[in-house]
């Protein structure tokens, strides 16, 4: 079912109305924030095609988001963070042991963007239920749950000095910056059919809910076709992706805003740089990014952030705008 975005906006920034003051660049860290009450949703495992259930339940000061994997002998718990990170193809996957979670980006994605910073995310099967290929399915589950902050806070990962990717015509780099988390992103097709597309914003809960989270992931119909015949996709359907084939768009009920693929980018962006498990005072440019480089990018800002720090999470890191507005590098 079509889902309304300005509803969801509604109904979840009243439910995290407070949020916005996060974007006080004075500030040296966020609160730690949980979800009220338990909250579950059920639906298609992309992979599988099974029904999978996921539930969000509230979790102690310092516990981090986890994915707990319900249907595992050992109910195996899987740390949101990019050092467990083991698959970057056409999602992001995680592993601890012997217990993975696939396409964990766009849960992560609401979860970050709503400054979640503790949650068990228990699941029934190896991964999330796809919903309609976006995050507008998890802001409404974090609206169900509600949200809440508690003791403590996570300081904010200043970028200090620029940390670059480059692969094969994508672009990876994020520079020194005053915002908490600004994103510019461009992408082409291997089409001449469709015009590029470019957009630079600020992600903040509103704007996360507004711009971006309602944007659904996309596929070319070249790249979708071995996987279906492999029975890699089995979940996979109109319902959850906009195809593009011969320059062509399919997509169940039309494009979600115009520029719905970079947007959708930037969603997994915003995903997959929830790994590092803090929020990001820094600008991002983009050029072409996908899960693999989104998550390098990851590593090289965590390996980055020790030099800059004595320890990128122990709570002690110093705020060092006044380095960053003389442009220095602050060791
Ligand atoms: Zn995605």
Sequence with gaps: ???????????????????????????????????????????????????VTMRFLPAPPDHGIVFVRCDHPEGASIPACV?????????????????????????LAALSAFGITNVRVELTASEPPIGDGSSAPYLELLEQAGVEDQPGTVPILVIEEPVYYEHRGTNMIILPGPKLMQVSCTIAFPTPAL????????????SFARE?????????????????????????????????RDGAIFSREGL????EFVRHKILDIVGDLALLQQPIQGHIIAIKPGHAANVELARRIKAAAKRWTRSPIDGTRRHNMAGLERGAAVS
Excluded: W
């Design 1 to 51: 079912m079509p889902i309304q975005s300005s509803t969801i906006l509604g109904r979840v920034m009243g439910t995290v109305g407070g949020i916005e003051g996060r974007k006080d660049f004075s500030l040296e860290a966020i609160p730690q924030r949980t979800v009220k009450r338990p909250a579950e949703t059920t639906g298609i495992a992309l992979h599988t095609g099974n029904r």
């Design 256 to 259: 979600r805003y115009p520029d």
């Design 195 to 206: 015009p590029g597309q470019y957009l630079s914003l600020d992600v903040t809960a509103h």
């Design 212 to 244: 971006l989270a309602r944007a659904r992931t996309f596929c070319l119909y070249e790249e979708l076709e071995p996987l279906m015949r492999a029975g890699l996709i089995q979940g996979g359907s109109l319902d959850n992706a906009v195809v593009i």
């Design 83 to 107: 050092d467990h990170v083991v698959g970057v193809n056409r999602g992001t996957t995680l592993r601890n042991g012997t217990a993975s979670v696939h396409t964990v980006e766009h849960v």
